[in-house]
């Protein structure tokens, strides 16, 4: 597996594959690897004939008072991790790399990413959009793969594949998660022995809200009420937002019919952790 950090080194490493005939599959991350990101290596390779991974903490989607710097950054572990995955190479470029002296040329998406984490974290999504598809003009993957827990994320990148055009086939994989029902996430390693107890609420609120809606609740503001009356049970939990809206198109619904997006964004003392559901009337 070859670790490649230079912009022009990794576009070399792609045309060369591409005029071998070969498939390209990209999974794009933030390094701090876990199970949520092999598997979707591994659903790479077996889609792809050549998977490349990206390492790059990227600063355009962090806000002035967000963890960017304390970010965990484990390159070697996180090598040895996606080697056994099956990862050809890894792309890990520095910022100044990604972001040279005058950069100033950002992608926007309109409309969806004013709810949910576009509300709360104004300028993460312009910061997500704009490296993704930096990454995808530089490595020209023929698939993406994208975990579920990201589940806004998901639909703001298939807008902008859609709308710009992008000749890319995103894959999203289903949620990864631990034993208990905690959702993998690189920022679980933040969170002490007592708030990862903590933690649970979020997949427990989840679950309840389906177990209601199994029993005939389909009025979206109950089910919205119950969820965080039992996140507020949890003394070490403070909510961001609990929202129901329609999917994917995530408009206000008033009543759960075919699909509607449970999503939470819940800081746990001073990790701020998210998750979803799709639940069905």
């Not at 990101?37 to 903490?57: E, G, N, P, Y």
């Not at 190479?89 to 520095?94: D, G, L, S, V």
């Not at 995530?250 to 998750?275: C, F, Q, S």
Request: aromatic share 6%; with cysteine.
């Amino acid at each position: 597996m070859k670790i490649i950090s230079d912009i022009q080194e990794m576009q070399l490493f792609v045309r060369q594959a591409k005029e071998k005939g070969m498939s390209i599959g990209l999974v794009p991350t933030m390094g701090s690897l876990h199970e949520g990101h092999l598997t979707l290596m591994r659903q790479a390779k077996k889609s792809c004939d050549v998977v490349v991974a990206s390492i790059f903490v990227n600063p355009t989607q962090f806000g002035p008072t967000e963890d960017f710097a304390k970010y965990p950054r484990d390159l070697s572990g996180d090598s040895e991790q996606a080697a056994k995955a099956g990862v050809d190479a890894i792309f890990h470029p520095q910022p100044e790399e990604m972001y040279p002296a005058g950069y100033s040329s950002f992608i926007e998406i309109n409309g969806i990413t004013q709810k949910l984490c576009g509300l709360s974290r104004p300028g993460h999504f312009r910061g997500v959009a704009t490296v993704v598809t930096k990454l995808f003009n530089i490595v020209q993957p023929d698939k993406a793969f994208f975990g579920q827990k990201d589940a806004q994320q998901v639909l703001v990148l298939k807008r902008m594949v859609t709308d710009l055009n992008m000749n890319v086939t995103l894959e999203v994989v289903p949620i990864v998660r631990e034993k208990d029902g905690l959702a993998m996430s690189s920022r679980n390693a933040f969170l002490s022995s007592e708030e990862r107890k903590a933690a649970l609420v979020l997949s427990q609120s989840l679950q309840l809200a389906q177990k209601l809606v199994d029993q005939g609740q389909v009025n979206a503001q109950n089910i919205k009420e119950q969820v965080m009356l039992k996140i507020q049970q949890e003394k070490l939990a403070q909510i961001d937002y609990v929202e129901v809206y329609s999917y994917p198109q995530l408009e206000n619904l008033d009543v759960i019919g075919d699909k509607a997006l449970l999503a939470l964004a819940v800081r746990i003392g001073n990790t701020r952790l998210i998750d979803n559901t799709i639940l069905e009337g």
